[in-house]
């Protein structure tokens, strides 16, 4: 199914006037993390907060509805934000880590792939990583499944 059929689905179905959505994946393991997400396991996500402004776009908004995509650009479900903050990569508290639902849940195992992630995503940028690198942090949940 396609973002667009399954947007469609779901705004007529909730009456949904949001005329505007993102649809995308997660970076990393796209289809690992959406079946995450689909356990229930995976309710938060971050991403690098100097990144949006290089690329000009916009900080995600509580409220929100986005559409998951898979490895294969298939819709998987529709996400709804329900907080998001920003918060340097060293103050990101061990319940974000839990609540991104990967590896064993931890704080270190968070911060190890999210370095390595971050590291190279703004390397590509030309932009530094540090510890007091600027993280976004989203909370969301399953507002719609096909």
Same mark, same amino acid.
């Given at each position: 199914?396609?973002?667009?059929?399954?947007?469609?689905?779901?705004?007529?179905?909730?009456?949904?006037?949001?005329? %505007?959505?993102?649809?995308?994946?997660f970076?990393?393991?796209?289809?690992?993390?959406?079946?995450?997400?689909? /356990?229930?396991?995976? !309710?938060?996500? %971050?991403?690098?907060?100097?990144?949006?402004?290089?690329?000009g776009?916009?900080? $995600?908004? /509580?409220? &929100?509805?986005?559409?998951?995509?898979?490895? &294969?650009?298939?819709?998987?479900?529709?996400?709804?934000?329900? &907080?998001?903050?920003? !918060?340097?990569?060293?103050?990101?508290? *061990?319940d974000?880590?839990?609540?991104?639902?990967?590896?064993?849940?931890?704080?270190?195992?968070?911060?190890?792939?999210?370095?390595?992630?971050?590291?190279?995503?703004? &390397?590509? /940028?030309?932009? *530094?990583?540090? $510890?007091?690198?600027?993280?976004?942090?989203?909370?969301?949940?399953?507002?719609?499944?096909?």
């Amino acid at each position: 199914m396609t973002a667009e059929e399954l947007w469609a689905r779901f705004a007529a179905a909730h009456h949904i006037e949001q005329d %505007s959505y993102e649809a995308w994946a997660f970076g990393g393991d796209p289809d690992e993390l959406a079946r995450l997400v689909l /356990a229930g396991e995976k !309710t938060a996500t %971050s991403s690098a907060y100097d990144l949006y402004s290089l690329e000009g776009e916009p900080l $995600p908004q /509580a409220g &929100r509805y986005d559409v998951l995509l898979n490895a &294969r650009e298939e819709a998987v479900c529709v996400l709804r934000t329900t &907080r998001v903050y920003v !918060t340097a990569f060293d103050a990101v508290t *061990p319940d974000h880590a839990r609540r991104e639902g990967e590896g064993d849940k931890s704080l270190a195992y968070w911060r190890q792939v999210h370095e390595a992630f971050f590291s190279d995503c703004l &390397r590509e /940028a030309g932009l *530094p990583f540090g $510890p007091e690198t600027q993280v976004v942090c989203e909370e969301f949940e399953v507002a719609f499944r096909p």
